[in-house]
């Protein structure tokens, strides 16, 4: 429909529009306020033409600010929820052609975060000015995408190809002070109303200067298009080592290697690379995984009141200084508990030595780190510990030994504190049973290493307080973990998957395959590293530990895979003692070994296997295939809410390749009637482990997806 003059009245000045236009004496603020992050909806780009036609018509405007309500972001780009649905007229490309025709001065004035589609507007300005905590960045590439409204061809004209090779194929946000450095933005003020404020003084000074305004796309950029071209095309060559199977960082460098042609070519070719991108498997995938992240918090009830002021961590080991480092990170108090003075020491230093190696890899300063390791302070008795808000237990694996801490803990920390255990499968809820506060008890699953992995498994106990769970929830997203809600059964969700997962992997390795083939084959799939490789780094013992415990029960009848246990009676404990599926000579790279084969080739002789090398296709449906089983039965457990956790939990913790989506996701793009197929052949061949899940089979009859569950 097209707009009238009334039309655009209408959507500018009604009393709650997406973006408003007031007059400010000769200059028109064009201000959007669409929150929580100013997204560029449809509602918002036809507010923003409308507001650009009213200020071009009004002959008493002499010059326009753009700039945003809300703080949080200037625009933090286009709308993600619109993506896949058909496009909404007017697309951001018209819009900001529209802001480059204005003929009057456009000056931004950008606080909080100005990313992807809000980055291209700013740019379609004649001038940017800053606050001083503003953030730029291209996210697109994270999304599977590339910027689709000019951001190729405007940010190289404005910082040169290489910088801008960098920044939209790399896809990280900088500050408001390297912006300026490079050249992005004009000025810096010290907050969002002073920008806005010289933002004005910058506009009535261009106005007063009578000049054609300073347009972004009538720049040229210093290289000749060869070279332009050359640069690009050597940089996508390092896009394809550093980020293998990757389709929109190598689009990004064809984008901007194009920035030397004229602008309108570029941006046609630009556009023609952003749809392809936006077609693609991938952008689906990773917009998936976006929203799964975010979603998974929602199954959280917001938290009311039980602020957690202060935390203790029970235990000084590799987690829990882990831990430790993710409060003193998040601003908050940290209390370690330990044993005795040495042990405590120990685990002091732990965390002591995560700040020494960010300080001395320039990630922090010597005074930030002061201020870290001073929110941290020890405690080598329960006493030291009564008055925290929350004690988070992270000692060894062993149930006897946690129900022990749980009961002292639940004698001597405050009422109405809330006691959780860093536990990877054991039971919350016979954890829980030790305490007097059941509601109070729950599973804070913390992947290794804690202060970096964004994975957060919220354990339910059976009697464990919805308030209990949002409290926590609300803590999680306030060290910057992902919470994941899980229920209690062994495994929680990522470990009950990653068990088949691991089974295969070493069945295979018996079949025939060798350690480093396996490997190889999923680190192709996309994953970050190969089971084994994997395996030895959490420590072979770990691993046969939990064996163990999973399969006390299991019927005799199942096969049960033999090299892990080799390994572990060779005394061969992984990367920590040299030796493991791989040999580490080094102390931490892998190299194949003939000892480990010659295990490997025992296990087959014992189980009369003739060994047959598996193909990498072979390798990655019997790992694969066998996640996806148990995740059917994970969600008809109620283990999981939906197939989306499962995914957020897999890639955020276990390393799948998020250009997939995660397992379900991927499965869904496979087809749940392939994936039948496949487990019922690999339940004739394999035996037992392989009794097709009762929802896979569901879902195959009925040609439906995980997503739907
Ligand atoms: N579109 C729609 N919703 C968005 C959104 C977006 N761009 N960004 C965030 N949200 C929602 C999010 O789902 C959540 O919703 C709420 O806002 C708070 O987000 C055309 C093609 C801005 C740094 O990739 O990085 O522009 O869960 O929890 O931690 O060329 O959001 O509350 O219902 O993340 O404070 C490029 C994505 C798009 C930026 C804020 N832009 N967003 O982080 O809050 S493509 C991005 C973020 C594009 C152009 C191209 C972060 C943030 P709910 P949050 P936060």
Same mark, same amino acid.
Not at 35 to 40: R, Y
Not at 144 to 150: E, S
Not at 553 to 557: D, F, G, I, Q
Not at 653 to 657: I, W
């Given at each position: 429909m097209p707009y009238n003059i009334s039309m655009r009245r209408a959507i500018v000045r009604s009393?709650?529009?997406p973006v408003r236009l007031r007059k400010r004496g000769d200059v028109g603020l064009v201000t959007i306020a669409n929150?929580?992050?100013?997204?560029?909806s449809a509602a918002v780009r036809r507010g923003l033409l409308n507001a650009l036609a009213l200020a071009e018509e009004?002959?008493?405007?002499r010059a326009a600010v753009l700039t945003s309500s809300g703080?949080?972001?200037?625009v933090a780009g286009a709308?993600?929820?619109?993506?896949?649905s058909p496009p909404v007229a007017p697309s951001l490309p018209e819009v900001v052609a529209a802001m480059d025709a204005f003929s009057k001065p456009l000056v931004a004035a950008i606080d909080g975060v100005a990313m992807g589609g809000g980055l291209e507007i700013a740019l379609a300005c004649h001038c940017r000015v800053a606050s001083k905590n503003a953030r730029f960045g291209f996210p697109e590439v994270n999304l599977?995408?590339?910027?689709? $409204?000019?951001g190729t061809q405007r940010l190289p004209r404005l910082c040169g190809i290489g910088r801008a090779l960098e920044i939209i194929a790399g896809g990280q946000s900088f500050g408001a002070a390297r912006a300026m450095e490079i050249g992005i933005v004009d000025e810096v003020a010290a907050n969002g109303a002073a920008a806005v404020k010289t933002a004005f003084a910058r506009a009535k000074r261009l106005a007063a200067e009578k000049k054609p305004p300073r347009r972004v796309s009538g720049l040229r950029i210093k290289e000749s298009a060869a070279s332009a071209a050359r640069i690009a095309e050597e940089y996508s060559e390092r896009l394809k080592k550093q980020?293998?199977?990757?389709?929109a960082p190598l689009c990004c460098a064809r984008a901007a290697g194009? $920035?030397?042609?004229?602008f309108a070519e570029g941006v046609r070719h630009e556009r023609a690379l952003f749809l392809q991108c936006m077609r693609s498997q991938q952008r689906k995938a990773l917009v998936h995984i976006f929203f799964a992240s975010r979603n998974a918090?929602?199954?959280?009830v917001p938290a009311k009141?039980?602020?957690?002021?202060s935390v203790a961590v029970v235990g000084g080991g590799t987690m829990g200084a882990g831990i430790v480092v993710c409060l003193a990170d998040a601003g908050l108090p940290a209390i370690l508990l330990e044993a005795d003075a040495d042990a405590l020491a120990k685990g002091l230093n732990r965390a002591r030595a995560v700040y020494e190696h960010r300080r001395q890899s320039g990630r922090i300063s010597e005074s930030e780190m002061r201020q870290r390791l001073r929110l941290i302070t020890g405690a080598k008795d329960y006493g030291g510990i009564g008055g925290a808000d929350l004690i988070i237990e992270a000692v060894p694996e062993n149930m006897d030994l946690k129900k022990r801490v749980f009961a002292e803990l639940d004698r001597r920390c405050k009422p109405g504190a809330i006691l959780a255990s860093n536990t990877s499968s054991l039971g919350i809820g016979e954890i829980a049973?030790?305490?007097?506060r059941r509601g109070l008890v729950a599973g804070m699953h913390f992947f290794a290493p804690a202060q970096r992995m964004k994975l957060l498994e919220i354990v339910r106990g059976k009697e464990t307080a919805p308030k209990t769970l949002s409290v926590i929830a609300r803590l999680a997203k306030q060290i910057g973990k992902t919470p994941v809600l899980a229920g209690?059964?062994?495994?929680?969700i990522g470990n009950r998957l990653y068990a088949p997962y691991g089974r295969e992997a070493e069945f295979l390795l018996e079949e025939g395959a060798t350690p480093a083939q396996v490997d190889s084959a999923m680190r192709d799939f996309?994953?970050?590293?190969?089971p084994f490789r994997a395996r030895d780094l959490s420590g072979i013992d770990n691993g046969r530990n939990i064996r163990l415990r999973d399969w006390a029960?299991?019927?005799?009848?199942y096969p049960r895979p033999r090299v892990l246990e080799k390994l572990f009676q060779a005394?061969?404990?992984?990367q920590k003692n040299g030796a493991g599926y791989y040999r580490y000579p080094d102390g931490k790279t892998p190299v194949n070994d003939p000892k480990t084969l010659a295990l490997i080739k025992q296990a087959s002789a014992e189980r009369g296997i003739h060994r047959q090398k598996p193909s990498a296709r072979q390798i990655r449906e019997r790992c694969l295939y066998a996640l996806i089983n148990e995740g059917a039965k994970v969600l008809s457990e109620g283990v999981a809410r939906c197939a989306a956790d499962i995914d957020a939990v897999y890639v955020l913790?276990?390393?799948?390749?998020a250009r997939r989506g995660g397992p379900m996701f991927w499965a869904d793009s496979v087809g749940a009637a392939f994936i039948l197929e496949r487990v019922k052949q690999f339940h004739k061949?394999?035996?037992?482990?392989?009794?097709?899940a009762p929802l896979l089979q569901q879902l195959a009859k009925a040609n439906g997806k995980f997503a739907e569950v």
């Open positions: 009393d709650s529009p929150p929580p992050v100013n997204a560029l009004d002959a008493k405007i703080g949080k972001a200037f709308d993600i929820s619109e993506f896949g599977g995408l590339i910027p689709g $409204a000019g980020k293998p199977g990757l389709l194009g $920035a030397a042609l004229p918090a929602k199954a959280f009141g039980g602020e957690i002021v049973a030790a305490t007097k209690d059964s062994p495994g929680f996309g994953m970050a590293m190969g029960n299991l019927p005799a009848h005394g061969r404990l992984g913790g276990y390393g799948f390749p061949e394999c035996g037992e482990w392989w009794k097709p």
